[in-house]
């Protein structure tokens, strides 16, 4: 399974940053993604990116979050600023090989990899 780190408590405002491995499996995914899912509510994609370095990002952190990939460390990013205690939720790191173009926040359905996810818990 794909491995998060990073979670944490912050009061609003604050910033955390997410990494997401990998190298669990010896291959290369063309599009990761984090996805979030607060208590009593549905899992939301955050932000994906593909092989091609294309970024989608969710409207709700467009401007706060930023979503990077290093290949040579096998590793998934995401840099979250100016969080908001909306943003409290269960944070998993997702992996999929799809068509280009596909590589969404709203393809969820698509990916077949997940992590066990990283709590973010944001305090007002």
């Known amino acids: 399974h794909l491995r998060e780190s990073g979670g944490g408590s912050v009061e609003s405002g604050g910033s955390l940053r997410l990494s997401c491995s990998t190298s669990?499996?010896?291959?290369?995914?063309?599009?990761l993604g984090w996805f979030r899912q607060a208590q009593g509510r549905e899992r939301e994609g955050v932000a994906t990116i593909d092989g091609d370095g294309n970024i989608d990002v969710s409207d709700s952190v467009k401007g706060r979050f930023t979503i990077a990939q290093e290949i040579n460390k096998n590793t998934l990013y995401l840099q979250m600023n100016n969080l908001k205690p909306e943003d409290t939720a269960m944070y998993y790191c997702a992996a999929a090989d799809l068509l280009a173009g596909r590589c969404l926040v709203t393809t969820e359905v698509l990916f077949g990899y997940w992590g066990r996810g990283t709590q973010v818990t944001v305090s007002s």
């Open positions: 669990n499996y010896n291959h290369e995914f063309y599009c």
